[in-house]
C-alpha cells in the first residue's frame, strides 16, 4: 500500500481536512460507528460460504484503511485509475471497493443520526424528527455531470440556469446549517419549485415554524402562510425603499441556506462534473455528503 495511514497520525487537521473532509478527532468518533455497520454487512451477507474475516487481508486490513478510503474517495473524488495507484492496487479493485465501503458508510451515519431526511409525510411527522425547529431555510442545489450523447437525454438534463447538464436536489436547512432534508436527486431541467411541490414539504411545515426562500419558490406562500420571501420588482411596480430593506433583511437571514450547500459541497463527490456510471450513485454521493457535514457539524 503507498498510502500509510500510521503517516497521518501526527499530521494537521488541515491535513485531515483535505484528505478525508473530517478532522482527526472526528474520524476517530466516526470509526467505532463504521466498525459496528461493517460488521453487520459481514454478518448478514447472503451466499456467505466462510465465516466473517476469513481470507487474505487485501489492500484494506482493517477498518481504519477501509473507512479512510471511503472518505478520501467522497472528498478527492479521483479517477479509480489515481485511487488505484495511491492505494497499490489496480483500478478494478478500487472500483469494487469504493462501491462496497460507500453503503456501509452510509449505514454508520445513520447510525449516528447524521442523515437528513428523505422524505416527510405529514406536520406530526415533521414535529417528532425535528421539535425544536423554528426556522428552515430552503434552497435547491445544482451539480454538473458529463454531457450525454443522447440528445434526449441531454435536453432532459439540460439546466438554463447554469447552462449545462446538471443533477439537481432541494435542501432544507436549521438556523445551524444542518441539512434537515434532502430530496431525490432529479434533473437539472426541472425548476426549483417543482422539485419542491412533487415531494409536498410545503404542506408538512407546521404553520408556526418560519420558510426562509428564495424567489425562485414563489407561490409556496400559498401553501405555507408563514413563509418569508423577498420581493419581485416588476417594469410596472418597482420596488419601495421599504420594500428593498425588507429584501436585504430576508436575504441576509436566509444565506443560511447557501452556506447549508456550501458545507454540502465540501467533498468533491457532490460538487465536480459527475462520471460514474452507475445509476443514481450520484444520490449516495448527495446523502452521504450532506450526512458527513452534519457529522461534521456536531462534532466539530
Not at 419549485?193 to 410545503?202: M, N, S, T, V, Y
Amino acid at each position: 500500500m503507498i498510502l500509510h495511514i500510521n503517516h497521518l497520525r501526527h499530521a494537521s487537521n488541515r491535513t485531515w481536512n483535505a484528505l478525508i473532509g473530517l478532522s482527526q478527532h472526528e474520524f476517530y468518533v466516526l470509526l467505532p460507528l463504521f466498525s459496528v455497520a461493517w460488521q453487520t454487512f459481514l454478518v448478514t451477507k447472503p451466499n456467505r460460504k466462510r465465516r466473517p474475516g476469513a481470507g487474505i487481508k487485501g489492500i484494506l486490513p482493517g477498518d481504519v484503511e477501509k473507512l479512510f478510503f471511503a472518505l478520501m474517495y467522497l472528498k478527492t473524488y479521483p479517477t479509480f485509475d489515481v485511487m488505484g495507484f495511491m492505494w497499490g492496487t489496480d483500478r478494478t479493485r478500487a472500483h469494487k471497493w469504493s462501491h462496497k465501503l460507500l453503503p456501509i458508510l452510509k449505514n454508520s451515519l445513520h447510525i449516528s443520526g447524521s442523515l437528513p431526511k428523505r422524505k416527510i409525510s405529514s406536520v406530526q411527522e415533521f414535529l417528532e424528527a425535528f421539535p425544536e425547529v423554528k426556522d428552515v431555510f430552503i434552497d435547491g442545489t445544482e451539480r454538473p455531470i458529463q454531457k450525454p450523447k443522447n440528445q434526449k437525454r441531454r435536453k432532459k438534463l439540460y439546466s438554463g440556469k447554469k447552462k449545462g447538464t446538471m443533477r439537481k436536489n432541494i435542501v432544507m436547512a436549521n438556523h445551524k446549517r444542518k441539512i434537515l432534508f434532502l430530496s431525490k436527486t432529479r434533473s437539472g431541467r426541472r425548476h426549483d419549485k417543482r422539485l419542491f411541490d412533487k415531494d409536498h414539504i410545503a404542506r408538512t411545515i407546521p404553520n408556526d415554524v418560519t420558510a426562509w426562500v428564495d424567489t425562485g419558490f414563489k407561490g409556496m406562500e400559498t401553501i405555507h402562510p408563514n413563509t418569508q420571501m423577498p420581493k419581485k420588482a416588476t417594469k410596472k411596480n418597482p420596488l419601495t425603499d421599504v420594500e428593498k430593506n425588507s429584501n436585504r433583511l430576508i436575504s441576509g437571514l436566509r444565506i443560511i441556506a447557501e452556506h447549508a450547500n456550501a458545507g454540502l459541497k465540501r467533498l468533491k463527490a457532490a460538487a465536480d462534473i459527475y462520471r460514474n456510471r452507475k445509476p443514481n450513485f450520484d444520490d449516495l454521493f448527495m446523502v452521504l455528503s450532506a450526512g458527513i457535514w452534519n457529522f461534521h457539524l456536531v462534532q466539530g
